[in-house]
């Protein structure tokens, strides 16, 4: 019992020791705190874009109107503009002898004359503004009429303010939320940006090391599962840190978009980090692996070309089926483990995934890392010491059956 628990006090050193190595260099690089500012300073620009975007749209509605005009129009003006995504502002004018020189002067875009019963513009008529006011007329004529019937005021906003029809899809599920789908898909695309960066710092850091004199080194220290999990787990550090900073940064270009954010999104937040280190800890390995099948940096994309593939086309089911997180399709696909990293964070987003959901993909997603894990650790130790030209996928995984 004592030699099985120094066992693993010495692989656990080891392991610490080979990541706080990985997690020096990565904090000492001059690159990681370049990408890490060009991420955040996109991500917040985008927010600063929106905001601005916003800030540039229709203004306030200035309707000017004459004492004719009676009370419950500038009551039904409001509602009636809200419809329309627009603010309204009544300015009051004392006769229609004064509404030419407040048109002329900027003070109002629009006036109305309740005796004439003319909706006047300075220039060209607004086709909205006209649809709004005109709606609010109606709207107070009608209740003029019914008040003047006998009904009372509660009756009559009974009347005139019916239940609103809900609009749906035929193929579709109105519960689904625009911007959390939106919100969804980015965090999708910071996940896909975040797992390709780190795993390629794990595939150009093991073929670095597989230089002779590096890593037998290394070998003399620890073993090659050790020398692996630690590589593994140290850039994992730096990568945690760069894709907390990078929500953080979402968060804040969200506040300054003035974006209104679902319940669903903050709820999600937390999952979408273990999402990231469960999606790390499966494409790094066979990133890992990958390099060390390669012993020249020119070859190691041509490795890892089929680890990107998955990961690409994981990223790409992102779009297609992300329009519709409820269907079956997307709830499918979301449990197999290379997706499950990318597609389920967009679905709980969208208030798509149960809970009963979440916990499957993430119990299969833990049996896939394990089981990579135990692949690539046999691999690994096998061909980390070889030199020479690539060693095909196909030959590395025949290595599994030798002892």
Request: hydrophobic share 55%; net charge negative.
């Amino acid at each position: 019992m004592s030699a099985d628990r120094n066992d693993r006090l010495r692989t656990t050193q080891a392991i610490a020791l080979i990541a706080r190595r990985e997690i020096s260099e990565r904090l000492r690089a001059k690159s990681f705190y370049a990408l890490t500012g060009l991420f955040l300073v996109v991500i917040i620009a985008i927010g600063v874009i929106s905001r601005v975007a916003g800030d540039s749209g229709p203004g306030d509605i200035k309707v000017g109107v004459t004492e004719s005009v009676p009370d419950e129009f500038e009551v039904s003006l409001k509602p009636v503009a809200e419809l329309f995504d627009r603010e309204v502002v009544t300015v009051p004018i004392g006769d229609a002898a004064q509404v030419g020189d407040a048109l002329d002067d900027g003070e109002i875009d629009v006036a109305v004359l309740g005796d004439e019963r003319q909706l006047v513009f300075a220039d060209e008529i607004d086709g909205e503004v006209a649809a709004i006011v005109q709606q609010a007329w109606s709207s107070a004529q009608i209740e003029a009429s019914l008040v003047d019937a006998g009904l009372s005021t509660a009756e009559v906003a009974e009347v005139l303010s019916p239940a609103p029809l809900e609009a749906v899809a035929r193929d579709g599920d109105s519960s689904v939320d625009g911007i959390a789908v939106l919100t969804g898909t980015l965090t999708a695309i910071l996940l896909f940006m975040s797992l390709q960066t780190f795993g390629g710092y794990v595939l150009v850091g093991v073929v670095e090391e597989k230089s002779p004199a590096v890593v037998e080194l290394l070998l003399a220290r620890a073993r090659a599962d050790q020398l692996l999990a630690g590589k593994v787990t140290g850039i994992g550090v730096a990568a945690l840190l760069q894709f907390t900073l990078m929500i953080i940064a979402g968060l804040i270009s969200l506040v300054i978009s003035g974006t209104e954010v679902p319940d669903e999104i903050w709820s999600a937040l937390p999952m979408t980090l273990v999402w990231f280190l469960g999606g790390y800890a499966f494409y790094s390995t066979l990133f890992a692996l990958a390099g060390s099948l390669v012993a020249r940096q020119e070859d190691a994309q041509a490795a890892a070309a089929p680890i990107l593939a998955v990961l690409l086309g994981a990223y790409m089911l992102v779009f297609i089926l992300g329009y519709a997180p409820d269907s079956r399709a997307s709830t499918i696909m979301s449990m197999i483990p290379p997706i499950a990293p990318l597609l389920m964070p967009m679905r709980m987003a969208a208030g798509a995934a149960s809970v009963a959901e979440v916990v499957l993909a993430l119990v299969l997603l833990a049996a896939a890392i394990v089981a990579v894990w135990k692949i690539a650790g046999k691999i690994y130790e096998q061909v980390l010491l070889r030199r020479g030209s690539r060693i095909a996928w196909r030959d590395a995984l025949s290595l599994l059956g030798r002892n």
